[in-house]
């Protein structure tokens, strides 16, 4: 079965680096709406948080704990 021309780009950038997806990432979605502003800041925090990542100085949590974490804080204001 052949892939289509976007499972074989998925496939190739699924083979940069961090930094070089996070820069493609960067570069398809400012194509969507370059006039977007806050697109541009999303985009501008997304890469303050991987470089502080990449730098040690943030670490990370999985999925399901994050979602828990949420879950937690969302019962406790419901409780106070």
């Known amino acids: 079965m052949m892939n289509s021309p976007l499972e074989d780009i998925e496939a190739a950038a699924m083979q940069l680096a961090p930094a070089e997806r996070a820069h493609l ?12 502003e806050i697109l541009a800041a999303w985009v501008a925090e997304a890469e303050r948080r991987g470089d502080a990542f990449d730098r040690g100085e943030m670490g990370a949590i999985d999925f399901d704990e994050a979602i828990a974490q949420a879950r937690a804080r969302i019962t406790n204001r419901r409780a106070t």
């Open 25 to 36: 990432a960067e570069r398809l979605l400012v194509s969507l709406d370059e006039d977007d």
